[in-house]
């Protein structure tokens, strides 16, 4: 058995955390790769080093003095250390990050320090190797990330390291400069990781014990997820739930293996299961996730269903305007085009201009203060009545449905509804499938 372990910054963010976290590693023989985040928030208010980092640099970036933003950053580590009682010293590397600074060395470099040195900490107090995350995952010139070529000379050099510490979240250009992954990008690399090393099982420790079938902002202590698919998941994802980065399914479904989050600070439960593939369980609803803030461009047009390239040339509009869209409901007349709302600031007047040209249609509008709900299960597809039950659940709340749309692949419903009804609709979902 071998398994990649990643510990998020809310796990490593003050020395209990980091002990707890080293205890879970030597827990089990088969924890042989760990992945550290930045340390986190300690308390609600707290700051993330990562956060400090990128303003520490902006300040240094506009010439101001930063001794004390920087000073900060280190007490964060200097604390850690202390109160680990581990006999490392940061003092040359804080050195070289505050020069680097000066010299401007790029905004991804500051932010990755964060990991960098809790890496360094993290693989001292193992007593593991420590790789830098810059000698083995790779960005291409365009800024995208080489999967194969980081494949190859990260799996080669971990089959040579028994056991290593990682750092999360960055990797290098081809010039040799560093390159972050988007926010929470510690998960992307966790997964790289356990693809290169083609472990059992990858486990992605964080502080809630795996994800919740709604959000418990909105629906009150929600039941957990003991498993879901990636295919479920991506969907999940892709509509708000939180928990894991977007992209870290990726380079772990390539390849098979499984996911598991897990709670640093109720390291007993079992968490959430993420997997190929699984049989439905005794739910036919898997998760419930929603997003408020879309707008739909509405289109009108006599006839339209016998205009050949008309769908085509809408989006066409969007192509050059570089916006990517959401949902495509149609209607025989009538073609709307679902966008997140702040893609179209600044740019209403000309994309509405555009499509006017492009299709000369009987009416355009926008509409804005819409929000979708996605009600994602394998269980779906052969349940019969599902949708009935979504739609009649919605109804009985009162609320009005603005749009529909089924996913081809019948694992999710999407709903369209007002963002001021968002919340309501999500409770009578719940209800509807697991019960108040
Ligand atoms: N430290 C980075 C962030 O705050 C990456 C991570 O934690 O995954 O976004």
Not at 45 to 65: I, Q, R, W
Not at 227 to 246: K, Q
Not at 290 to 301: A, L
Request: proline share 3%; glycine share 8%; aromatic share 8%.
């Amino acid at each position: 058995m071998l398994k990649v372990v990643k510990f998020g910054g809310s796990s490593l963010a003050d020395a209990d955390h980091f002990r707890k976290a080293a205890e879970i590693v030597k827990a089990e023989s088969s924890r042989h790769y760990v992945v550290p985040s930045a340390p986190g928030k300690r308390f609600k208010d707290d700051d993330k080093v990562t956060d400090l980092l990128y303003s520490c640099y902006d300040s240094a970036n506009l010439g101001e003095n930063i001794d004390d933003a920087f000073e900060k950053i280190e007490n964060r580590y200097r604390d850690i250390i202390k109160g680990l009682g581990i006999s490392l010293s940061l003092e040359d590397e804080f050195q070289v990050i505050r020069d680097s600074f000066m010299h401007k060395a790029g905004r991804d470099y500051a932010a990755s320090r964060g990991e960098y040195l809790n890496g360094l900490i993290m693989a001292a107090y193992l007593d593991c190797e420590f790789v830098d995350a810059a000698d083995v995952i790779f960005f291409r010139e365009d800024g995208t990330f080489d999967a194969e070529r980081t494949n190859t000379i990260l799996g080669q050099y971990l089959r040579e390291h028994d056991r290593a510490v990682i750092p999360g979240f960055y990797g290098s250009m081809p010039n040799d400069t560093i390159k972050t992954f988007s926010r929470g990008g510690s998960d992307i690399t966790g997964s790289i990781v356990a693809r290169a090393t083609l472990c059992d099982v990858y486990e992605n420790w964080t502080d809630v014990s795996g994800f919740m079938m709604a959000d418990p902002r909105v629906v009150d202590n929600p039941m957990p997820i003991d498993v879901i698919t990636y295919r479920e998941l991506r969907e999940l994802a892709y509509m708000g739930a939180g928990v894991l980065h977007e992209e870290a399914i990726f380079p772990v479904r390539f390849a098979g293996i499984p996911i598991n989050i897990r709670n640093t600070n109720d390291p007993t439960a079992a968490g959430t299961m993420i997997v190929p593939d699984a049989p439905v369980g005794d739910r036919i609803v898997t998760g419930i996730a929603g997003k408020k803030g879309f707008s739909v461009i509405t289109v009108d047009k006599e006839l339209m269903n016998t205009e050949i390239g008309f769908g085509r040339r809408l989006l066409s509009v969007l192509e050059r305007e570089r916006i990517n869209f959401e949902h495509l409901p149609s209607g025989i007349d009538t073609m709307s085009v679902v966008v997140a709302t702040p893609v179209l600031q600044g740019r209403r007047d000309r994309i509405i201009d555009e499509i006017c040209d492009m299709l000369n249609p009987d009416s355009i509008h926008i509409e804005d203060h819409l929000a979708l709900v996605a009600v994602v299960g394998r269980g779906m597809k052969a349940a019969k009545g599902t949708a009935a039950r979504v739609f009649t659940s919605i109804s009985e709340a009162d609320v009005n449905i603005k749009m529909i749309d089924q996913g081809s692949s019948e694992l999710n419903i999407i709903v369209g509804v007002k963002d001021d009804d968002f919340e309501k609709t999500m409770r009578a979902i719940y209800n509807e499938f697991v019960g108040g």
